[in-house]
């Protein structure tokens, strides 16, 4: 029995049909294609052009799962970027799916932790365990365009998923260093506040870096070119947290700089979430940066501001952390999750 998922964001969609296989309770892909969001007018386009053309020779999936960048209400979706508007009874109806579902893009994922095989993560810290601690409860932080955060409840019953803004929440400098960064930032983008996201992400990394090329002494750093580009185009700026990641492995200290104050920062904000959670069952790292960092997030840097939380630092070295390296984790527990729906 076939079923079909869906990772849909504002700049590209992955499709994915896959199988349900005995002796097995991953689900097993069939055949996987990406699409280009902005070539096409809708969802249901693309969704159309994939089942007929591409799945053609396949079985019709039973079950659908729809990861969906945007926010969600009485079981409809809009792709603000984009401006189309997504129903899940209307893709039910029309593409003829037996059970069919609407998510967020990250809170899927808590759906895709208890089938991950070990190439899929590598552990960071173990853990403990801690006498009265519910092993059931489950966090995971990502970073990649903007920053995910959601949190579920999984034991051998049930699947529960708790979806979260908490990538929101008001970024807290911890230094003179951080308050000038946040202050510049509030500046830079004429807001009030400044969340977490804006430092804690891609577009994040690239912000420091181009906060850090204000000063005097970066002035004929050779970035400083591409910052001039994205005055123009925004696009360009997508470029950058591989270049700033490149440069600081090649001995550019004020790279080395700009990747340590942002390290440091997502390091505290998972530190928070741990406590905040009290994820015994684990504490995930995922997003479009984790397989990046990988090595960065095993560092003495990372896990000292991790567990830089005053008298409660032992608490946190009893929660398991890793890290998870599959690149299309969104697409694949969006087929973990169609393959429960089999089952309705």
């Not at 002494?217 to 990641?245: G, M, T, W």
Request: hydrophobic share 40%; net charge positive; glycine share 6%.
């Amino acid at each position: 029995m076939n079923f079909l998922a869906c990772d849909l964001g504002g700049t590209k969609v992955l499709l994915g049909i896959y199988e349900k296989v005995i002796n097995d309770d991953s689900p097993k892909l069939l055949f996987k294609k990406k699409y280009i969001s902005s070539d096409w007018n809708s969802f249901e386009l693309i969704l159309e052009d994939f089942l007929k053309n591409e799945c053609k020779n396949i079985t019709h999936p039973s079950s659908a799962c729809f990861a969906v960048a945007g926010p969600l209400s009485n079981n409809q979706a809009k792709i603000i970027n984009l401006s189309w508007n997504i129903s899940r009874n209307a893709l039910q109806k029309k593409f003829n799916f037996k059970s069919c579902e609407l998510i967020n893009d990250f809170a899927v994922q808590i759906y895709g932790i208890p089938y991950l095989k070990k190439n899929q993560y590598c552990t960071i810290q173990n853990g403990a365990t801690t006498e009265g601690a519910n092993n059931d409860f489950h966090a995971i932080v990502g970073a990649g365009t903007g920053l995910g955060i959601a949190r579920g409840v999984i034991s051998k019953n049930i699947i529960k998923v708790l979806a979260s803004e908490g990538g929101h929440v008001e970024y807290s400098p911890k230094s003179k260093l951080e308050w000038d960064l946040k202050i510049w930032l509030k500046n830079s983008l004429n807001v009030e506040r400044i969340s977490c996201e804006r430092i804690i992400s891609g577009t994040g990394l690239s912000r420091i870096a181009e906060w850090r090329l204000s000063k005097s002494d970066a002035k004929n750093h050779p970035l400083q070119n591409y910052f001039q580009k994205i005055e123009i185009s925004d696009d360009v700026r997508k470029e950058l947290p591989e270049k700033i990641c490149n440069l600081s492995k090649e001995g550019d200290q004020i790279m080395a700089e700009v990747e340590r104050i942002w390290l440091s920062a997502y390091a505290s904000l998972l530190g928070d979430v741990a406590l905040q959670e009290l994820c015994f069952g684990g504490l995930w790292i995922s997003g479009g940066t984790a397989p990046k960092h990988f090595k960065n997030f095993k560092s003495d840097l990372f896990m000292k501001h991790f567990f830089d939380k005053g008298r409660l630092k032992d608490i946190l070295k009893t929660i398991p952390i890793n890290v998870i390296l599959d690149e299309e984790f969104g697409l694949f527990s969006a087929a973990c999750r169609a393959k429960m729906l089999l089952k309705t």
